[in-house]
């Protein structure tokens, strides 16, 4: 199977006045194509940091991140801002939808930046909405919507432009256990039938079961994969 | 859905909010119109001509008489070469709304003094001899299409006939050449003895050649000392002087407006920044997912931006929108008062300059924190 996230001695160091913090400390991942890659440790070990690393939203302050064939560590903001549109999809714990937009103009806000004309950004909108089980629902506001609804119609908005890679930081972080699992398998049909590669940011042991690789970070320090891969075989099973 | 529905979302969001702001920069913008409107009539009426003539005036105000006899005096002075008087009359031609500069004068002296309005021996003579005509200058024959010949109502608020009559007609004897636009005059003869007996022999004012124009101070004392101790004592001053005074008057007004003006904008930017700032920083985890999703920094400071204007143009525009409907209505009231009450496509045009600045303005300092913001903070800060 082809690689499609490398991470190479990968630093991070977040400076507040004279002080430098590292967050990251020599961070080596290697997640191949169609994974589910749930990451989990303790709060504020850097596990959003990464994700936004991976994602392109920040630069690493050493070390390579190579994205579906992309150094995301030497090209400028503006390009990796372009990257984004069509290589990344984000869900956020908290759905980070606008408040005054519809359903479906959430869902097309990604779109404006493609070159697909009205009609085609109005139907690919309408169809992610379809998939995330929500095609009735593209008229409302997300302050109408359940919070289960709204963090399907960020899915729909993740999955619009069609990209090989979903960031989720804490997707169920905010749902109670019911509607968690609803969307964890939306998240695993997603993978399935569309062969998505998402890396996910969890708390929820649950969730882990759903993944296919599950990494432990602590303190800025990723545990090796080669004792993950042992001890996400299981889950792979559960999955299966 | 594009980014204009975007905009217009974002506006709408808080709609009380919203119409606030809408409301106070139409007010801003109507009494900009008004003010504009205002200081554009006073500085109107100020027109150029001759260097050696002298005003007398009454001297407690330029609004009080003098009595007709004053006239004789004066001429009778050896410094003096010649001297005509002038009265206010006011009134309009069929409607308020048209109102033009009109004085009963005397034919004869009247154009030996303002030498530089022209009128033909024939018109003057027709003017001197027929009792109840008027001459006309061309611009407001022009304007009318009045003929020599023509029967020209005047309605009066001021001064009525001796008979009741608030209506005035008098009979055109022709045109003249002015520079200085609108001018109706009206043989003084007949106004003095048509007028309610309270308005008779008097005269607003005087204009007088001196003689010897160098010695202009001395010729200006030896009037005024004419009169020292009656009961109506002059105040006279070189035309120059008059005119000067006259025009400090006029910037003041102008100057009272810009004050005026730049008070109001100087809150309408406070309140309205204050507006702009505070939905920035209800956005910013919006506008951070915008980035997120691949909007470049440019494209969010242009929409934060471009919201600023949005607002400020169209209150600019419904603000300019209801004076120009007030217009009508207004210059028919205070029309006659000031000259002409206009709202020119000038002032129309000033004023969306000045709302795509004051959006230029109010915005800015959004658009520039909506252009710093980084993703990561701004979405860890929620
Ligand atoms: N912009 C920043 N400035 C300073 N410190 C930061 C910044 N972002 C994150 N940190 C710090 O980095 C550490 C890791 O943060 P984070 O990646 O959010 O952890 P996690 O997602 O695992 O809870 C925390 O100690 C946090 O305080
Ligand atoms: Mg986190």
């Known amino acids: 199977m082809s690689e499609l996230i490398r991470c190479t001695n990968v630093c991070k160091d977040y400076v507040r006045g004279a002080e430098s913090i590292r967050v990251l400390r020599n961070v080596d991942l290697s997640v191949a194509v169609g994974t589910i890659v749930a990451l989990m440790g303790p709060s504020g070990s850097g596990k959003t940091t990464l994700l936004n690393l991976i994602g392109g939203l920040d630069a690493p302050t050493s070390g390579e991140i190579e994205v579906d064939g992309l150094r995301l560590d030497s090209v400028s903001a503006r390009h990796l801002a372009r990257w984004r549109v069509r290589s990344v999809g984000f869900v956020f714990q908290f759905y980070n939808l606008l408040p005054v937009l519809t359903a479906q103009g959430n869902v097309e806000l990604p779109l404006l930046l493609t070159d697909l004309s009205r009609s085609e950004r109005k139907r690919n909108a309408a169809l992610a909405l379809d998939i995330v089980g929500l095609g009735d629902r593209g008229r409302h506001k997300p302050g109408e919507l359940s919070g289960g609804q709204q963090q399907r119609v960020a899915i729909a908005r993740a999955l619009v432009s069609d990209p090989r890679l979903l960031v989720c930081d804490e997707p169920t972080g905010d749902l109670d256990r019911q509607t968690a699992d609803e969307i964890l398998e939306l998240l695993q049909t997603l993978h399935r039938d569309l062969g998505k590669t998402i890396v996910m940011v969890t708390h929820d042991p649950k969730a882990a079961d759903h993944a296919m690789v599950t990494l432990h970070m602590d303190k800025g320090k990723l545990a090796s994969q080669d004792d993950q891969a042992a001890s996400a075989l299981p889950s792979a099973r559960t999955v299966a | ?382």
């Not at chain 2, 009265?87 to 009247?110: H, I, K, Q």
């Not at chain 2, 691949?294 to 929108?321: K, Q």
Request: hydrophobic share 45%; glycine share 8%; net charge negative.
């Open chain 2, 1 to 382: 859905m594009n980014l204009l529905s975007l905009l217009g979302a974002n506006l709408l969001r808080k709609p009380t909010r919203t119409s606030l702001t809408f409301v106070s920069l139409a007010i801003a913008f109507l009494l900009f119109m008004l003010l504009q409107a205002i200081s554009d009539a006073f500085s109107g009426g100020v027109s150029l001509a001759g260097m050696d003539r002298i005003v007398i005036d009454s001297r407690y105000s330029m609004t009080d008489n003098l009595p007709l006899s004053h006239v004789q005096q004066i001429r009778s002075l050896d410094d003096v070469e010649q001297v005509t008087h002038m009265n206010w009359f006011g009134g309009y031609y069929r409607e308020p709304r048209n109102s033009f500069a009109t004085y009963p004068v005397d034919p004869v002296s009247y154009f030996d003094i303002f030498d530089e309005q022209i009128i033909s021996g024939e018109t003057l003579s027709r003017f001197r001899n027929i009792r109840i005509s008027a001459v006309a200058s061309e611009a407001l024959a022009a304007h009318y299409s009045w003929q020599p010949g023509d029967t020209i109502p005047i309605m009066q608020d001021i001064f009525p006939q001796e008979n009741g009559s608030w209506s005035w007609q008098f009979e055109l004897a022709g045109t003249f050449h002015y520079s200085g636009g609108q001018l109706l005059l009206i043989n003084y003869e007949y106004f003095n003895e048509a007028v309610a007996g309270w308005g008779k022999d008097q005269v607003g004012w005087l204009v007088g050649r001196v003689a010897d124009p160098p010695e202009v101070d001395a010729a200006i004392r030896k009037i005024d000392g004419l009169f020292e101790n009656s009961s109506d004592p002059t105040r006279s001053t070189t035309e120059d002087e008059y005119r000067r005074r006259f025009a400090s008057q006029l910037g003041d007004v102008g100057e009272i407006s810009s004050m005026i003006l730049m008070a109001v904008f100087f809150t309408i930017i406070l309140l309205t920044g204050n507006t702009a700032a505070q939905a920035f920083a209800e956005r910013v985890p919006e506008l951070a997912v915008m980035k997120t999703l691949g909007f470049s920094d440019r494209a969010v400071a242009a929409l934060v931006l471009a919201e600023a204007i949005a607002l400020c143009v169209s209150g600019g525009i419904f603000g300019t929108g209801i004076a120009l409907l007030l217009e009508p209505g207004l210059n028919a009231n205070l029309g006659g008062m000031i000259g002409s009450f206009e709202m020119s496509g000038r002032s129309a045009a000033y004023a969306l300059v000045l709302a795509t600045l004051l959006g230029l303005v109010v915005g800015a300092y959004p658009a520039v924190s909506a252009m710093r913001l980084t993703i990561v903070d701004a979405l860890r800060e929620r």
